[in-house]
């Protein structure tokens, strides 16, 4: 029997602290608001405890673009049926739908972080690319399990706000789908 890597406890779900490493998804930024208070948006839910806080079932619609694959799709067969939930509130099905990127005041344990902390986490990030592209899931996973640089509890939204910093910034190249980019890849810029 293959033993499991050993990961950082932000891939436990919040609620039933189910292991979310293999159930990997982005719902759309209202749900995650709605579902998710502001001092836990850096960790993780599974489906089914997403489910529960919705209150209803999630649907392909619920999914950002990019992520209705094969995988989710097999994710969402296997969720189980809800039982005794009431239907979603007016207020709720009607509300206006804050769909804005997450920033900064959407995560609580973030203002705690200092420009050395952030300096530091940049560095890690930059350490783990190269001039060959590189996935940028596989960077923030490895900055997550393996850094000193890692704050417990900063979860991989916010390591990917940081590559995308890094993006801007011109200390990194991007390569992939603008509206996936977790899946798309870095390199570093060439010093010609």
């Known amino acids: 029997m293959t033993e499991q890597p050993k990961r950082d406890s932000n891939w436990l779900c919040l609620d039933c602290r189910k292991d979310t490493f293999d159930e990997y998804y982005f719902v759309h930024n209202h749900l995650w608001r709605r579902a998710v208070d502001r ?16 209150g209803r079932p999630l ?45 900064p005041d959407d995560y609580g344990i973030i203002e705690t972080l200092t420009v050395d902390m952030l300096n530091e986490i940049d560095a890690a990030l930059l350490s783990q690319a190269s001039a060959t592209p590189k996935k940028i899931a596989k960077i923030i996973s490895h900055v997550i399990c393996n850094s000193p640089a890692h704050v417990p509890g900063v979860g991989d ?29 870095v390199t570093l810029p060439s010093r010609s």
């Open 39 to 54: 001092s836990q948006r850096h960790g993780m839910l599974c489906m089914s405890c997403l489910q529960l806080r919705l």
């Open 157 to 185: 939204l916010f390591y990917l706000d940081r590559v995308g910093l890094l993006i801007e910034s011109g200390a990194l190249i991007f390569a992939g789908d603008l509206n996936n980019p977790i899946k798309g890849q």
């Open 59 to 103: 649907g392909r619609d619920d999914f950002k673009p990019g992520q209705i694959d094969t995988r989710i799709s097999e994710l969402l067969a296997r969720l189980p049926a809800i039982a005794n939930i009431a239907a979603e509130p007016l207020s709720q099905a009607y509300e206006e739908k804050d769909d804005s990127p997450m920033g």
